[in-house]
Structures are given as C-alpha cells and as structure tokens.
C-alpha cells in the first residue's frame, strides 16, 4: 500500500514536498514513480527512483526543479517541489514497480503495480 502526502496549495515560485509511505511487505528492488494527472489530461511522469542505488529518472517539464529522493529506514519516497508555476497543478500519485530493469519506461504509467490515493497540488499564479 502507497499513502502519499503533502499536498496543498502554493504560489507560482514557491516550494512543496510530498511523500509516499510505504506500506506492507518490501523486497529490495523495486522503483517509486511520481506520476501527476491534471484535468482532462493523461496521467505524466515526474520522475522515479531506483530503492536499491538511488538511480533517479526525471519528466523534462520537472528537470532542475523536482528532486527525488528515499530515506529506506523510513520507508518513504519524497518529492521536493521548488519553483512551482501554475502548470504544476495536478494530482500527484505514486506509484510502485517491482520489475528488475530500471529505465525510461519507468516514467510511463505501464509498468507499475500499485498506486496511492493522490494528493492534491495547486499552484497560484
């Protein structure tokens, strides 16, 4: 089970940090992808990360504004969201695969076994 959180409003420029909380049994190699659905529109990758060796992926509409990352012992997968602009606003979700190839697919919706409830991001202008 995926339990994401952190969602909620910000102005355009400002800075927002989900996490996803994992639940239930792990195995060592699995990714985390941070997918994000706006109105009308298909569910887009922002980026992923391998759990085992960290190797992150990123969306080109996120590079140099979204960081991924994983704390294990916590069993949690954050996004750190910084200079926010209005095309941001969506549903954020993540999502869990348990393949063992790491690669750009993992940036489709494809691959992944499991999904969180979502949270809720607006951005201001």
């Known amino acids: 089970q995926l339990v994401e959180s952190g969602g909620g409003v910000a102005q355009a420029g400002g800075s927002l940090r989900l996490s996803c909380v994992i639940r239930?049994?792990?195995?060592?190699?699995?990714?985390i992808g941070w997918f994000r659905q706006a109105p009308g529109k298909e569910r887009e990758g922002v980026a992923c990360i391998n759990m085992r060796d960290r190797a992150a992926l990123y969306g080109d509409s996120v590079k140099g504004r979204f960081t991924i990352s994983r704390d294990n012992a916590k069993r949690t997968v954050y996004l750190q969201m910084n200079n926010l602009k209005p095309e941001d606003t969506a549903v954020y979700y993540c999502?869990?695969?348990?393949?063992?190839?790491?690669?750009?697919?993992?940036?489709?919706?494809?691959?992944?076994?499991?999904w969180g409830q979502g949270a809720q991001v607006t951005v201001s202008a």
């Open positions: 239930g049994e792990i195995i060592n190699e699995f990714t």
């Open positions: 999502g869990a695969d348990f393949d063992l190839i790491f690669g750009p697919y993992l940036l489709t919706t494809a691959p992944y076994d499991y």
